[in-house]
């Protein structure tokens, strides 16, 4: 598989191993970034994996952009004989009521699906962590099945609650704290996504997989979950 290396900044450099969202070219990312980070090369400050490429943070002192790409090929060419261990997969508790499923009656009519026919899609599938971003904890799932694809909201809410379980696109994830957001909620969650003690903040990390796992208004009030 051909990869394309182009600047993105002054000291950062962006390899890209395709275009689409596929579990092979986001295999071959994850890969890729654990040769580079086992080789803990002096120079590189920060490597960041995503769906379909991979960013790394370098001295400029050390590196030029044609020197840090020949650095950066030669670790990778050979990751892919790198043995992956099993993704971990971790049970999101969600509550997909109506008082914190704020765009289920709008899929329902957007999509001509019921309610629980949506929420039925959307806990049958086991999802991809592809990417860590936007906000700490908020990681990028997918996919979602094609009858659940849907744009983002045309005006983004100012303030959309924390735990809450989104969708758009392909895409679903969980806000892991009150912020401004476009996509779709379909319930909340009151397992926190991002804390301290947990290993590098996030409950989730790329390669894992995540399922979501439907509970009532009393399990969700018991959990500590907040309507």
């Avoid at 580079?36 to 002096?42: H, Q, V």
Wanted: proline letters at 5%; glycine letters at 8%; hydrophobic letters at 40%.
């Amino acid at each position: 598989m051909s990869r394309v290396y182009k600047i993105a900044s002054e000291s950062s450099v962006i390899v890209y191993f395709g275009s689409t969202i596929e579990p092979a070219i986001s295999q071959e990312v994850q890969k890729s970034y654990l040769a580079l980070k086992a080789e803990k090369c002096d120079g590189f400050f920060e490597i960041i994996p995503s769906y379909a490429s991979l960013m790394v943070s370098y001295d400029v002192i050390q590196f030029d952009f044609d020197g840090v790409c020949e650095k950066i090929e030669k670790i990778i060419h050979h990751a892919e004989e790198i043995t992956m261990s099993e993704p971990k997969i971790i049970t999101i508790p969600t509550y997909y009521g109506l008082e914190v499923g704020l765009d289920l009656e709008l899929l329902s009519q957007e999509k001509n699906l019921s309610v629980e026919e949506i929420i039925a899609l959307h806990v049958k599938g086991l999802y991809s962590v592809y990417a860590i971003g936007f906000a700490p904890g908020f990681a990028y799932l997918g996919e979602i099945d094609e009858r659940l694809a849907t744009s983002r909201l045309a005006s983004p809410r100012k303030s959309v609650p924390k735990g809450s379980v989104s969708i758009a696109d392909r895409q679903t994830a969980v806000y892991p704290t009150q912020s401004p957001g476009g996509w779709k909620v379909l319930g909340r969650t009151p397992t926190a996504m991002f804390d301290a003690s947990y290993d590098g903040l996030s409950l989730l990390h790329v390669g894992d997989h995540v399922k979501f796992e439907p509970i009532c208004k009393e399990e969700f009030l018991r959990l500590g979950g907040t309507l």
